[in-house]
C-alpha cells in the first residue's frame, strides 16, 4: 500500500491543480480496499465507492479462482485424483 500511495502522490504533485479533497478520497480508496483490519487494512472504508472497491476486490480473487487455468482449480482435481 505504500508503493501504491507514493505512486499516486508522485502523479499528483505533476498536477498543481489537483482537488485537495478528491486527493484524500483516491488515497483513501488505497488505503482501505481490503476492507477489514483482519485483512491488513489501516482503515476500514468510509465512503460508498472505498466499500465497493472492497467488495470489487473480494469478487475479483474469488472469480480467478474458479478460472480454468488457476491453481486452485488444478488443485482440486488433484485431490479428486488421488
Known amino acids: 500500500m505504500i508503493i501504491e500511495l507514493e505512486m499516486l502522490q508522485a502523479k499528483l504533485a505533476k498536477l498543481p491543480d489537483f482537488p485537495a479533497e478528491l486527493k484524500t478520497l483516491l488515497e483513501h480508496l488505497i488505503i482501505s480496499h ?23 476486490t473480494i469478487w475479483i480473487r474469488r472469480w480467478k479462482r474458479c478460472e480454468p487455468n488457476s491453481n486452485a482449480r488444478r488443485t482440486r482435481r488433484a485431490v479428486d485424483e488421488l
Open 34 to 56: 481490503h476492507g477489514q483490519y483482519d485483512f491488513g487494512s489501516p482503515k476500514l472504508p468510509m465512503f460508498p465507492e472505498a466499500l465497493m472497491l472492497h467488495y470489487l
